[in-house]
């Protein structure tokens, strides 16, 4: 492989690759424990060094230009399980209290079927009298909307029943950012502010968040009693916080865990 002329065989370009990554890693880990000793020692609390965003990421608010104002002729409220890869990210940076926490609480509520599990919208819109677009509206460490839509065995759905063409996707998203704030809107948080809230709140300005509804949806009673540790809260913040402003230098997700 030649770079900027120069003739490089492709066994060293593979050792530079492997060796930057992990040189990145090791990097980020040693950041994250410096980190949380840093902010023990000046006694700052968990919840005041959050890096927020006020506005959506570019290819967001470029779907919003594109398509936001189409009317919204369906709403379908979807939740699928976590996925493996999320939870094994769970487990590690709770050292598995994660895991232990579900099968306790399954215990005490005698419901094996219990998972924790992801809420997101999708969102139909008329474009013309015979053509329609999906999106998708969620939030992982920051609100997304993304044409990147799938349903899987394990994905459940419910029809919101909104009256046809009276709401715009625009309409929708503004009037639940102006109810509840840019950083309640646009960040996330795992307890207090999670894809649930996003779409409870997004329910609430459709007036469709009913008991039914609520009950698909909501796990309050799990993330209530769900309790980490400030190290790993540390680490959840840190690692979002560092997706949040790389994602706002290059304008768009990357990456979409779903």
Known sequence: MKIYGIEIPFVYLKWFVIGLTLTLILGLIVWIVCGFYIFKWFKISINNYNFYLNEYHTDCADLLKKYGDYPIKRIYLVRHPITKFMETCLNLVTLYKFKQEVTRYKKKNNNEAFFPFHTMLYVE????????????????????????????????????????????????????????????????????????????????TLKKFTKTNEKFMCQNGFAKEMKMSDFSLHIIRSLTNSMNLLENVVGTAIWMPG
């Open 125 to 204: 819109l008329k474009i013309s009298k015979n053509k329609s677009k999906f999106l998708l509206i969620d939030k992982n460490n920051c609100v997304r909307i993304s044409t990147k839509l799938k349903i899987l065995n394990e994905y459940e759905m419910r029809d919101i029943r909104v009256k046809k063409y009276k709401y715009t996707l625009n309409e929708v998203m503004e009037k639940t950012r102006k109810r509840i704030g840019n950083d309640k809107f646009f960040n996330w948080e795992i307890y207090k502010n999670n894809c649930q809230i996003l779409i409870k709140e997004i329910l609430i």
